[in-house]
Each structure stands twice: as structure tokens, then as C-alpha cells.
């Protein structure tokens, strides 16, 4: 780690810090990058779940997180349920489906969904 | 043992606001010290008659004549080092200070007929002369309120320390303490009481003419000589023989002129005067200009026939004034004793007429929006209290820098007073050119000359005394008016930037709530039912985990306590708190353009003791918030008995 890279690391926020170690990590899987996101085009993408919502909207609750892979962010929704087995704030998920558009958010509805181990690339 | 105490009260009274609002019960700490609250409505104006009068605005004037004739020696002595020679240089001086006193006095009549609601420099030249010079006369004002108390002061303990040698070497500390006092006794509301007032005044002028007219009766009937000094020191300082130059000349006369310090007092308050305010104020001002006259002349006369000795630093503790009266009364008896100790007691009711003077001042420029808006907030006990202990702890700043030494103090002195009077009296002339009442020409004529006069004096101290510490306030005056300026420019800012337009209306339309939520416990029940009484479009609650168990923890608990709004949780990538809470509170204000964000949170309230073991974070939180725009933070208290 050289002296530019200090600088570098020193000058940055938190937020650009973390989107470079999400990039480094994602990177190897080849997939469309989030930036590069439409809406209703199908899409399969990958992302680090950052934020966990619990909705509990008149009895049938659903479950939104909301994932990022360094480029952009995304949101999923799991409709009828509180929790999903698996996914977790700082795991990896697989996504592959048809976004649409909700205000400044792309959202994919109940999409299929592939879990990516812990501690892998 | 009296620096701490002065501490505790400014905690005491700076503090009280936030205080007095969580517990109804008044601070016991303050109550002894400062007395109990007394309400605005009690706030009736005291009148004075003329004999109370007197005393009350005459202390700073009048007591300048202790120290004014020591300052004339001193630069001859010391300085100029013209030995014997001195001695006779001091009648022309006084005579001179003399008929400066009568000008300024003629000027400060007209000033007060002109001003029935009292007219400071401050306020004659913010009506005549406009923003630039009413600011300048403030500040000059301020700078001079400030050293008469720093002067007084150490005259005082200088008038003591001649008394009781023993004290020499506790002059700053006696100084600073006696500060504090007259502080502490200010913030209890001591104003100008009359009762207070009177006796030490009356006592130092009744012991003043008895030491002159005994003293000259001595001198010229019964052939006093001279005080005989033996040391060393004082032989090498009578034994000077250089000639006066007219530099030392001019130093000497402006040294004297301090004498003049305290006379604008009267035209400030004429609105404390009895009915008819005017006549009485001016009466008054010439009794006082007078007395002030007599007894300077006076002394230097006897000073001249007697030969007190005094040095610039202080290597003769005794003031001239305690020379004089111990080789008038013969020794150290009652009549020494009684002549310091009324000295002494003038001194300090001197000090305590900056007390009554600056406060009011500051609170009148504050309210020009030209000084923070504390220094018209009003204390307990009505009197303005922070422009009191900004006064005390100026003056003790001062006092402690100069070592308490009077002489080191005087050039810093005379600056800010002529300054003022210079202002004051051009304001009077173009009052008078304004107004052309009916044989206005010979008054504005006295005016004009007398600020002329006084802005040569100024002029004078400036350049002789530069040097010797007459650039601190030739520094300091003019960063006082730019501070003003740039407090003022603030001020007006704000204002313009608040006042609403044509056809305002609230920018916001839709509400955004987010409570912070640790864990689910009581506190966190009550704020979620808090946020939804306000009815917002939309009401989410916010927490920052550290692992899944605690997410898994959450969403039980959610489900168990059937808390009906969306729970959000993120995970802090590194550890801090704030950052991701201010992250999702940024995301939320991105959606809505027209949204305003109330952020809850829970607090805990516990006793004084532990409430620092609790809130830590939140108080960061809040801190980041307190700067974003259209953000609303509520904490929702949990009261713990």
C-alpha cells in the first residue's frame, strides 16, 4: 500500500469506501452491474443486502432489502412474509428478474433469488 | 479561594436557563449567592434627589483625583527623570486638566438639557453622527468601562497595600477578589442604591478637603517641609536633572487628564434624576465638577510644597495620596487610616458605577443589534447579567495582565474617555446645527470647541502614550467596531432571510417520520405511539444492528409487541452509528421534494449523576441533525425516578 494510496483512502467518505469493496467484490461474477438497471428488461444482478424493511401492511406484512453491488442499489420485495431464510444484512443474493420502476427505485417483485455463501466471491 | 466562587455563579447564572427548566426548584447554590428572583413588574424606577444624586454618579469622577496627581508625578519623576523640577511643573498641569474639565462640562450641560432620556456618547452620536461614529463611541465606551473598573480597583488595593504594607505581594489576588465582590454584589441587583452610595462618597470628599486644607494650613502657617526620603531609590529619583521636553509635558497632562474619567456618568442617567430632571442633572454636574476641581488642585498644590515620591513600577508601594496624609497628620494614626480607608471605599463605588453603566450600555447596543442578543437578557435579579460578569471578568483579565499597577494601566485608560467625549460633543454641535433653536451659535460653538479639544487630548494620548500601552485600545476600539459590524450584518441577515415574502407559504407538504430504535423496550413503545399521533404520511422505524441475531431479535419483538409500522434495519459496515442513520435519513429526503423529516428519540432521563451513561450517541446524532436542513429531532424522555 503506497503513499497515494493513504492519500487516496484518507480523502474518501465512507460511502465511496464501501462501494469500492463492493465492486472489488462483485466484479468476478460477471453480471450486469446495477447501474446499468431498466426497467421491464430482464435482468440478473448481484448485490450486497444493505437494508432490511418489515412492512406489516394490514395483516399480510412484506419484506423489502434493499441491495447494492458498489454501482447502484435495487430493491426487492417478498411479498407475505416477515422473513426469508437466508438473507441477511451483509450477505450476497443473486437476483433474476423483471425490474419496474417505483418512483426513484427499480423493484423487483418476488424474483427468483440465489443465495451467495458467506465469505466467497 | 475567590476565583472558584466567581466561576461557580457564572455557571450559576449562565446556567440557569437550561436549569430552571427541568426542575421547578430553584438552584440553591444561586439563591445564596445571587438572592431570591424578583419580578419584572417590580422593576420601578428610583428617583434621586440631588444630594443622593450626587454620590451615586460622582464616585467614578471624583475618585479619580487619587490616583490623577500620582500619574503627573510619575511621568515627571520616573520617566522624564527631571528630579525636584517636577514639583513645580504640577500646578500648570492641574490648571491646565483644569480648564479641559470646564470645557467638557459646559459641553456635557448642554448634553443633558438636549437628552432628558439620558444621553451617552453612544446614544448623542448614533442621533447626530450616524452608524460608523455611534459604533466607535460604543466601543470606546465599553473599552472605558472596563478599565475604570480595572483602575479603580487597583487603585483601591493600592490605597489598602499603603495602609497594610504586609499586602505588597497579594496585590493581584486582593484585586481580582475585590472584582468579584463588587460581581457578585451587582448580580444581587445593588444598581445604585443611595443608601450604599452616599456615606463613602461624602466621607472621601469630607476627608479629601480636610487633608488639603489641613495640610496647607500646615505647610503655610506652621512650615511643613517635605516628606524626607532616605533610600537609596528615592535619592536617585529626586536627584534627576534632565529638563522637561514638551513630549514629557504633554504625557504628564495627558496622564492628568484621566482625571476627567466618570464625568459623562451624569449626562448618562439624567432620566434617575427628580423632577425637573435637566436642572437637577445639571446642578449636580457642577457641584461635581467642582469638587473634582477643588480637590485636584488642591492636591497638587500640596503635593508640590510636600514632595511625595512614586515610581512607574510600583518600587514604592504607598500611594501619593498616603505619603501625603501621613506627613500632613503626622504618622500613621486614625486620620491616616480613616483618609485610605475612604479612598479605598471610593475607589470601589467607582468601580461599581461601570457595573450599573456597561451592562445598560451593552444591553442598548444589543438591542441596535449590534452586540449577541445575551447582553439584554435580564437576571434574576433584573439587572443585565451577563453584561455583569463580562465586565468582571474583562476587568480581572485586565488587572491580572497588568499586575494590578495602577500607572500601567492609565495610558489604556484615557483613550477610550476622550474618545467618547470627542463624539459625544461633535454629536452635540450637529444637534444644535440640526435643530437651530434660539441662541443655538454660542452653543454649538462651545460644543464644537470642546470637541475639538477633547480630540486633540485624545490625539495627544495616543501618540505620547503609544508606546506605553495606549495602541491596545487604538487596537481594540477599532475591532470592536468591525465586530459590531460583522454582529450586525449577521443580525440583519437572519432577518432578512426569515422575513416572509409576498404570498409564502411552507414548503413542506408531506411528512416523513423515522424513530430510532435501539432495542424494543418502553421507550421505544412510547415514541412509536408518539409518532403515529402526529398523523404523518408516512412513519418508519429506524435501526442500526450489529449482527442478524439482533435483526432476528427485532423483528420478534416487533411482532410480539404487534408494533404496527415498517421496521428498517441497516447494518453499520463500520461500526459508527450516526453515519448510517444520516445515510437513510438523506435516502428518505431524496424521495419527496417537499418533505419534512421528524427524526424521534427515545431518551432515558435519569438523575444529574448517571444521565451521562445514557444518550451518548443520541446526543451525536442530534448534534449531526441540528445543521440539516427541514430535519425536525424530538426526543421522546422516559422519565426514570
Same mark, same amino acid.
Given at each position: ?76 420485495? @417478498? ?43 | ?11 450559576? $447564572? ?326 485610605? @480607608? ?144 460583522? $454582529? ?116 432515558? $432521563? ?36
Amino acid at each position: 500500500m503506497g503513499l497515494k494510496n493513504v492519500l487516496k483512502s484518507a480523502s474518501m467518505g465512507v460511502r465511496e469506501m464501501d462501494a469500492e469493496r463492493l465492486t472489488d467484490r462483485f466484479i468476478a461474477l460477471g453480471l450486469q452491474p446495477l447501474s446499468e438497471l431498466e426497467p421491464r428488461f430482464k435482468a440478473k444482478v448481484c448485490g450486497e443486502v444493505k437494508r432490511m424493511s418489515i412492512k406489516p401492511r394490514a395483516g399480510i406484512p412484506s419484506m423489502e432489502i434493499v441491495i447494492n453491488d458498489g454501482s447502484g442499489e435495487a430493491t426487492v420485495v @417478498f411479498s407475505g412474509r416477515r422473513h426469508v431464510a437466508g438473507i441477511e444484512h451483509g450477505h450476497c443474493i443473486i437476483v433474476d428478474g423483471v425490474p419496474h420502476s417505483d418512483g426513484k427505485h427499480l423493484v423487483f417483485l418476488n424474483p427468483a433469488y440465489t443465495l451467495l455463501p458467506m465469505g466467497e466471491e | 479561594m475567590v476565583e472558584p466562587v466567581v466561576a461557580l455563579i457564572a455557571i450559576g $447564572v449562565a446556567g440557569s436557563n437550561t436549569l430552571m427548566a427541568t426542575t421547578t426548584r430553584s438552584n440553591p447554590l444561586k439563591r445564596f449567592f445571587i438572592g431570591k428572583p424578583i419580578a419584572t413588574s417590580e422593576d420601578g424606577h428610583q428617583r434621586l434627589p440631588k444630594k443622593v444624586a450626587l454620590p451615586v454618579f460622582a464616585s467614578d469622577a471624583i475618585s479619580s483625583t487619587t490616583y490623577a496627581t500620582e500619574e503627573i508625578l510619575i511621568v515627571f519623576m520616573s520617566l522624564a527623570g527631571a528630579g525636584v523640577a517636577a514639583y513645580s511643573r504640577l500646578v500648570p498641569i492641574s490648571i491646565l486638566v483644569i480648564l479641559l474639565l470646564i470645557i467638557v462640562v459646559s459641553s456635557y450641560r448642554q448634553t443633558i438639557f438636549a437628552y432628558p432620556n439620558g444621553g451617552g456618547s453612544y446614544v448623542v452620536s448614533r442621533e447626530n453622527l450616524g452608524r460608523i461614529p455611534s459604533l466607535v463611541a460604543g466601543g470606546s465606551m465599553l473599552v472605558d468601562y472596563i478599565l475604570t473598573v480595572a483602575v479603580s480597583i487597583a487603585a483601591g488595593v493600592a490605597a489598602i497595600v499603603s495602609a497594610f504594607n504586609g499586602l505588597e505581594p497579594h496585590r493581584v489576588t486582593l484585586c481580582v477578589g475585590f472584582i468579584a465582590l463588587v460581581t457578585l454584589a451587582n448580580l444581587r441587583g445593588l444598581k445604585e442604591s443611595g443608601a450604599l452610595f452616599a456615606p463613602p462618597t461624602y466621607l472621601y470628599i469630607v476627608m479629601l478637603f480636610i487633608l488639603i486644607g489641613y495640610g496647607l494650613f500646615r505647610v503655610f502657617v506652621q512650615d511643613l517641609g517635605p516628606i524626607p526620603h532616605e533610600d537609596t531609590f528615592s535619592q536617585e529619583l529626586l536627584g534627576g536633572n534632565n529638563s522637561i521636553t514638551l513630549f514629557f509635558f504633554l504625557k504628564a497632562f495627558s496622564s492628568g487628564a484621566v482625571a476627567l474619567t466618570g464625568i459623562e456618568a451624569v449626562a448618562d442617567g439624567v432620566p434617575a434624576f427628580k423632577k425637573p430632571e435637566p436642572r437637577n442633572a445639571s446642578t449636580t454636574l457642577i457641584i461635581m465638577a467642582c469638587i473634582l476641581g477643588s480637590s485636584f488642585f488642591g492636591l497638587s498644590i500640596l503635593a508640590q510644597h510636600l514632595q511625595p515620591l512614586k515610581d512607574e513600577e510600583g518600587h514604592i508601594a504607598d500611594t501619593v495620596l498616603a505619603q501625603l496624609a501621613e506627613q500632613v497628620y503626622g504618622g500613621r494614626n486614625i486620620m491616616f487610616f480613616l483618609t485610605q @480607608f475612604a479612598t479605598f471605599a471610593i475607589l470601589i463605588l467607582a468601580a461599581n458605577t461601570a457595573y450599573a453603566d456597561f451592562p445598560r450600555l451593552s444591553s442598548i447596543i444589543a438591542k441596535d443589534n449590534y452586540l449577541p442578543r445575551q447582553f439584554m437578557n435580564r437576571g434574576d435579579r433584573l439587572v443585565f447579567s451577563n453584561g455583569v460578569i463580562f465586565l468582571g471578568l474583562a476587568s480581572s483579565l485586565l488587572v491580572i495582565a497588568f499586575g494590578g499597577i495602577v500607572n500601567a494601566l492609565i495610558p489604556l485608560y484615557a483613550v477610550g474617555v476622550f474618545t467618547g467625549f470627542t463624539l459625544s460633543q461633535f454629536g452635540m454641535l450637529v444637534h444644535h446645527r440640526k435643530h437651530k433653536r434660539p441662541g443655538w451659535v454660542p452653543r454649538a460653538v462651545m460644543s464644537g470647541f470642546g470637541a475639538a479639544t477633547t480630540a486633540l487630548v485624545a490625539g495627544i494620548v495616543v501618540v505620547v502614550k503609544f508606546t506605553d500601552g495606549a495602541w491596545i485600545p487604538a487596537v481594540v476600539i477599532p475591532t470592536l467596531v468591525l465586530s459590531f459590524i460583522a $454582529v450586525n450584518k449577521h443580525y440583519s441577515r437572519v432577518r432578512g432571510f426569515l422575513a416572509p415574502t409576498e404570498g409564502y407559504s411552507a414548503p413542506f407538504r408531506t411528512h416523513t417520520v423515522v424513530v430510532l430504535v435501539g432495542s424494543v423496550n418502553q421507550g421505544v413503545l412510547q415514541a412509536v405511539r408518539y409518532a403515529q399521533s402526529l398523523r404523518p404520511d408516512r412513519v418508519i422505524a429506524l435501526s442500526v444492528i450489529q449482527s442478524p441475531t439482533d435483526r432476528a431479535q427485532l423483528d420478534a419483538d416487533w411482532e410480539k409487541y404487534n408494533i404496527g409500522i415498517e421496521l428498517d434495519t441497516v447494518v453499520s459496515e463500520y461500526r459508527d452509528l450516526t453515519e448510517p442513520i444520516l445515510n437513510r435519513i438523506n435516502e428518505l429526503d431524496d424521495e419527496l421534494n417537499d418533505d419534512i423529516i421528524t427524526v424521534i428519540i427515545p431518551e432515558f $432521563v435519569t438523575s444529574l449523576r448517571s444521565q451521562w451513561l445514557h444518550n451518548q450517541s443520541a446526543l451525536a446524532i442530534k448534534a449531526r441533525l441540528l445543521f440539516r436542513p427541514n430535519t425536525v429531532v424530538t426526543s421522546v424522555p422516559i422519565v426514570i425516578p
